[in-house]
């Protein structure tokens, strides 16, 4: 049997273990996976041991997603234009990093939301980790203009220079205009507006005006159950459609999934899976 984990700190509430052992025993992989916190200066120490140990890979959440990119001895190019890592995979060879985050997100967004990216104004909120895995695949997706807001606009401004300067990004940007902006400037109102920060995690307030929503706007939380909650119900009160994170989560453990056992597990169904086990709860 092999093994994986999820590294995070906090790490407690992750729902990657249910996640995985639905994927394993869907498509019939013999794997373990647990979960696993990691003391903030402890990070880089703590994968070597695991990849000593014999353990295959592990998925990797805040706040150690640079830290997992630094530590790989090879990366995907997913991986290099975010320059954070969420997936790694161990073997033989070494530490291979990946970063499923971005196709996560999308894939959420487009098939299991429903809502069409290309063509729209999208705000994306933080310049974190979070956000640097999924901005290459939202431009990807063909929308019509991307801003990425922080608190700290030097921040923001670093990450959009990067993926301007991409090869695999500059040609998409003839169609799509990127700009950063920091919160306190953010120009424009968006159908689409993503909360990459951690702010739901720490309870802390809202982090930009209603006034960015379009009216029927997607508002999206990375984050999922209790944390996002002061999130959706913001949106709600101001007639946007709430979405928290957990389709993110499960669509980015499934591409995860596939980098190290070489299957496509069932998301959609496991996703469903997971939401009327949520709702009954809740009833």
């Not at 805040?62 to 073997?91: I, M, W, Y």
């Not at 939202?138 to 090869?167: D, F, I, M, W, Y």
């Amino acid at each position: 049997m092999d093994h994986y984990c999820v590294l995070g700190n906090p790490v407690e509430h992750s729902k990657s273990p249910q996640i995985h052992a639905r994927f394993a025993a869907l498509t019939g992989q013999a794997i373990s996976y647990d979960k696993q916190l990691v003391a903030l200066d402890d990070f880089s120490d703590a994968v070597s041991r695991l990849w000593r140990s014999g353990i295959k890979g592990c998925n990797v959440t805040v706040p150690f997603k640079f830290d997992a990119f630094g530590c790989a001895h090879s990366r995907s190019s997913r991986a290099e234009l975010a320059q954070a890592a969420n997936t790694l995979r161990f073997d033989a060879q070494g530490i291979y990093a990946d970063n499923t985050d971005g196709v996560g997100l999308v894939n959420d967004i487009q098939t299991n939301a429903g809502v069409d990216l290309a063509g729209r104004d999208i705000l994306l909120i933080g310049a974190g980790g979070a956000a640097a895995g999924v901005l290459g695949p939202l431009l990807a997706a063909g929308p019509r203009r991307v801003v990425l807001a922080n608190r700290t606009l030097q921040k923001a401004e670093s990450l959009v220079l990067r993926h301007c300067s991409h090869h695999a990004i500059a040609p998409l940007l003839q169609n799509t205009e990127l700009l950063a902006q920091s919160l306190q400037g953010i120009d424009g109102f968006f159908d689409v507006v993503i909360n990459a920060t951690a702010s739901s995690l720490a309870g802390a307030a809202i982090p930009v005006d209603a006034g960015v929503l379009k009216p029927g706007a997607l508002a999206y939380d990375m984050m999922y159950g209790p944390a996002a909650e002061g999130f959706l119900r913001w949106a709600r009160d101001h007639g946007a459609q709430d979405r928290d994170g957990l389709g993110m989560l499960v669509e980015q453990a499934a591409a995860a999934f596939e980098v190290w056992r070489h299957v496509k597990p069932p998301a959609a169904q496991v996703l469903g899976e997971m939401r009327a086990a949520l709702q009954a709860v809740a009833a």
